[in-house]
RNA sequence: GCCGCUAUAGUGUAAGUGGUUAACACGCAGGCCUCUCACGCCUGAGAUUACGGGUUCGAGCCCCGUUAGCGGUACCA
């Protein structure tokens, strides 16, 4: 069983899980699915001013919630120094690494980004400079280290030839060894650095395929090179687009904010496997048309193949940033809206219901009798509404009247509707009309509608749509004798009345 | 600056080894349904396949160049 597929997901805990990360991680987990391997979580945290444990339970919450749990882990990358540390040491011994005594330059104002033309201007001027320590004896290094000497680990890096690996998306890399510098391993003050970490703990949880973000392509090379140095075979390599937001610019948390982040698509009323099914989709294809799948068909259809190589674009309303969260309706990506929306109206009836109690519980709109005697009512009125929602949140905002007598009247419906005069006498008539039915049912309601509409020389649309504002406080919803039906007899005849007073 | 990656309608993606009207989904517009909205159904607009050369009877697919975007280039991850 040494072919088992081992995968793992390895976030930085410098915010919350963001759809890249959530996209990285689902790839992972739907190639491990799909071979019957292992999906790892490790927490790179060996930075540890950026990280923290808030942070870290995010990315746990966020993960969860996407039926992306770990089978092992979460490890955490700062636990395993000792190893990374040994390995450096050996590399040592191997000669393939030495020890550099060059000061650590002290960090300037400008941010490291900045700084890196005018390092390599310098260099250009000076030429490619060998580090003068690179060649230093290891006998007289050790002297120094146990004179108590500060020194950095830089791996020797070959200074003729390329090097090369095969990456399942993109191809052959090959990349000048020339090109790369003799990077630090472990820092002066002892401390290791990621491109080594990374390494020595994939090859210590035994990781077959690493798939990750775009971003680590080029530097997969170094990552190559310490490999190669320890004498360990490669994993495969597997890199994903990144996705931009439609500035064509990476994803930030900073930037982007909470439309970026996982747990807020599950806050505004998300289905998670539509919210997986859509991730799926940015940046990979099945190859077919049918956009909609199961998890189950995502892992039969998954092929690292299909993955593609250009950047994908998270389509989200970027004009409507600043003000975010305040847009209801049109605050992320058209597709995935429509898609939670598909969702929503096919899924199994109970599995809504239990979603949608959970929101009512949270809104405070439930009750325990829609588990038990009005439990098939409750089923039917969520029924109702569903092919004209979006979000699981949308059935305790604009579904509260249904549930609720305590809810508020639009403006823009009243004004519309309940603007003729005629409706101040029609509507407490109509209202004792339908109280007299006996058997309260959507036929015997239209009828009497319709006749009474008919006997006092008005439209039964002018009824209808009065009705509608009437007893839910909205223009729109579902076909009028249905929602009185909903709502039963008695609420409909009483709200009838009620509406009088907003003539 | 240097190195690398990428480029198909507004967005996400298709288009076996080059083969003719560049397809699907979302979005958008119009229509049907109807008491409203949504769903559903139908129709439509939207692409000189980044640009320029080349190879070929034939190029979105192959080659070269250009441009743009992005990524990396750190004693960050």
């Known amino acids: 069983m040494t072919d088992t597929v081992r995968v793992r997901f390895a976030p930085s805990p410098t915010g919350y899980l963001h759809l890249g990360g959530a996209r ?14 292992t999906f790892i979580l490790r927490i790179e945290d060996t930075d540890i001013e950026r990280s923290s444990d808030a942070m870290v339970q995010g990315i746990l919450e966020g993960m969860h919630w996407l039926g992306l749990d770990p089978d092992e882990g979460p490890f955490f990358q700062s636990s395993f120094v000792e190893q990374h540390r040994a390995a450096a040491r050996r590399l040592i011994e191997a ?12 960090p300037r ?32 290094a050790a002297r120094r280290i146990e004179a108590g000497e500060p020194a950095a680990i830089r791996l020797k890096v070959p200074e003729e030839g390329v090097s090369r690996f095969e990456d399942l998306v993109y191809g052959t890399q090959e990349r000048d060894y020339s090109d790369i510098e003799d990077l630090v391993l472990i820092r002066s003050d002892g401390h290791p650095l990621y ?7 994939d090859i210590e949880m035994r990781i077959t395929h690493v798939i990750r973000g775009q971003d680590h392509l080029t530097n997969t090379h170094k990552q190559v090179l310490i490999y190669e140095a320890l004498g360990v075979a490669l994993p495969q390599f597997a890199h994903l687009p990144l996705i931009f937001a439609p500035g064509r610019e990476k994803l930030s948390k900073r930037k982007h904010g909470e439309v970026v982040s996982v747990t807020t698509y599950r806050d505004r009323g998300f289905v998670s496997d539509a919210l997986v099914n859509f991730l799926a989709l940015l940046g990979w294809s099945p190859g077919s048309d049918k956009e909609i799948m199961t998890r189950q068909e995502l892992i039969e259809k998954f092929s690292l193949e299909g993955v593609h190589k250009a950047a994908a674009i998270f389509n989200f309303n970027e004009s409507k940033e600043d003000s975010f ?22 899924m199994p009836i109970e599995e809504l219901t239990s979603m949608v109690a959970k929101e009512f519980k949270k809104a405070g709109l439930w009750s325990d009798g829609y588990e038990t005697d009005k439990r098939e ?13 979006r979000a699981i949140t949308d059935f305790s905002a604009l579904g509260r009247p249904y549930f609720t007598d ?23 008539g109509l209202a004792e009309r339908l109280a007299s039915i006996d058997e309260f049912t959507h036929d015997a309601a239209e009828a009497v509608l319709r006749n009474y509409a008919e006997e006092n020389g008005v439209k039964a649309g002018l009824l209808i749509n009065a009705a509608r504002t009437a007893l839910t406080g909205q223009s729109v919803g579902p076909g009028m004798f249905d929602i009185m039906i909903a709502l039963g007899q008695k609420r409909t005849v009483e709200r009838l009345r009620q509406a009088v007073a907003l003539l």
């Open 406 to 428: 305590d809810f508020e009247y639009e403006e823009a419906a009243v004004k519309k509707n309940l603007k003729d005069e005629r409706l101040k006498e029609l509507l407490p």
């Open 95 to 106: 000669g393939r690494a030495y020890y550099d005594f060059t000061p650590k330059q002290p």
């Open 325 to 346: 969260p305040q847009d209801a309706r049109d605050w992320t990506d058209p597709k995935a809206l429509w898609m939670n929306g598909e969702y929503i109206r096919s």
């Open 109 to 140: 104002d400008r941010t490291v980004k900045e700084q890196i033309p005018d390092r390599t201007r310098a260099q250009a001027l000076i030429g490619k400079e060998r580090n003068p320590y690179r060649d230093l004896p290891l006998e007289e």
């Open 377 to 389: 009512w409750f089923a039917q009125t969520v029924d109702l509404l569903r092919a004209r929602y």
């Open 24 to 37: 990285t991680a689902l790839f992972n987990w739907l190639f491990a699915r799909q071979h019957k391997g």
């Open 195 to 201: 491109n080594l970490s990374v390494v020595v703990d």
